[in-house]
């Protein structure tokens, strides 16, 4: 049976956390289902302010407004844990990081980029004060160590768990193209690595710190194998695409239904780092140069070279999320072909707890 996940004083029965997926994948309809099933429901903040009407005058407005809405409206339709993800490289990601603790959510997810500042407002209200736990993603020992002696050395605190993702995964990626063509990095050793790494924190602060491993995980028998090398919880986005409670468009969910393993395709993307989508005319299109520099009203991206990049990742990832795939991609993992049904959350989660439970009476002989 699938043990409780503990970060410091939060309990999750279900040590499932669903990937936070932008733009507009996981907002409230999917975290909040997720949460009442026992595991942590994450919503996406790239991007989310494209959601509100007259976005494009004021994206970093509209953006603090919709992921409030979304945090409130996920509270309304669960006592379970909340949680948001956040890209290290989003410009407002120092406003938004802020506006996630003071909504009081469970835990924050920050990815593409290495968290090592805080906003002020979080390091003067102090970390014995903030309900909110730390979560920065990583793809490997090394980059969780920088991470864990900085916190220790800056702020006299380390994060709260660590998420490691290997090169399965959906959406952007940590890792060289070369490496992700080469197919040589396994996500059991990047998880075994890091808890080694971590576990010097764990003595010198006597606490528990979860080591959560993502990317590629589609069966409660992968989450059994993971959970062998160290993993205390998965983080899982791919699977939970295809869900009723998804909040994308139905159009979405059927692209990962259609694919086949010859669809899943790696892209540059303009935040500077590889994506792993599923390919279409459009794709075919940015490959082939016949895509237009954009015109950038917001500068959403750190690290978007506006003026040079072939499309605005954040629109064409709207686009998707809608369903309007002539000037969209979908984001996904390896696996998004072996999706062959829309099922509802629970459905999955049932599903992949039935999975463990065998692969652990067949597997610990
Ligand atoms: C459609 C999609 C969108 C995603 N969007 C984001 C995102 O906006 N920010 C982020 O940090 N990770 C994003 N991810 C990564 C997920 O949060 C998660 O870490 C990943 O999906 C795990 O790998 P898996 O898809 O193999 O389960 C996305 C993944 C998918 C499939």
Redesign the pocket.
């Known amino acids: 049976m699938l043990k409780p996940l503990k970060i410091g004083d939060l309990v999750i029965d279900t040590p499932i956390i669903q990937?936070?997926?932008?733009?507009a994948?996981?907002l409230s309809g999917l975290a909040s289902a997720v949460a009442n099933e026992g595991g942590i429901g994450?919503i996406?903040?790239?991007?989310i302010g494209m959601t509100e009407p007259g976005f494009s005058k004021n994206l970093k407005e509209a953006n603090k407004k919709a992921l409030a809405r979304y945090i409130q409206q996920a509270r309304k339709s669960t006592n379970g844990a909340i949680g948001v993800?956040?890209?290290v490289a989003l410009s407002d990601y120092d406003d938004l990081l802020a506006l996630s603790v003071e909504q009081n959510v469970d835990i924050v997810?920050m990815?593409?980029g290495l968290p090592l500042k805080l906003p002020e407002s979080i390091l003067q209200k102090g970390f014995d004060n903030i309900h909110t736990k730390f979560a920065p993603?990583v793809s490997g020992a090394k980059a969780a160590n920088l991470i864990f002696q900085y916190w220790d050395t800056k702020f006299n605190h380390i994060p709260d768990a660590i998420?490691v993702?290997g090169p399965?995964?959906?959406?952007?990626l940590g890792f060289k193209h070369s490496e992700l063509e080469e197919g040589k990095i396994e996500l059991s050793q990047l998880v075994s690595e890091t808890v080694a790494v971590i576990h010097q924190y764990e003595i010198k602060d006597n606490k528990t710190m979860p080591v959560i491993a993502?990317?590629?995980?589609?069966t409660g028998e992968d989450i059994f194998k993971i959970m062998q090398a160290g993993a205390s919880a998965v983080?899982?986005?791919?699977?939970?695409?295809a869900t009723h409670e998804c909040d994308?468009d139905i159009a979405f969910k059927q692209r990962y239904v259609d694919s086949c393993e010859s669809d899943i395709a790696l892209i540059t993307s303009p935040v500077g780092l590889p994506g792993r989508v599923i390919t279409s005319p459009f794709v075919d299109k940015i490959n082939n140069g016949e895509t237009r520099p954009v015109k950038c009203p917001w500068k959403c991206l750190k690290t978007c070279n506006f003026k040079a990049v072939p499309y605005c990742i954040s629109e064409v990832?709207h686009n998707a999320a809608q369903g309007k795939f002539d000037a969209g991609f979908?984001?996904?993992?390896?696996?998004?072909y072996r999706v062959n049904k829309i099922v509802s959350v629970a459905e999955l989660i049932n599903e992949l707890k039935l999975e463990y439970a065998t692969a652990e009476t067949q597997l610990s002989q």
């Open positions: 990937g936070g997926m932008g733009v994948i996981s994450v996406s903040a790239a991007g993800n956040l890209m997810f990815g593409a993603k998420v993702e399965k995964a959906g959406g952007h993502a990317g590629g995980i589609f983080k899982m986005g791919t699977r939970f695409v994308a990832l979908a984001f996904a993992g390896t696996n998004a």
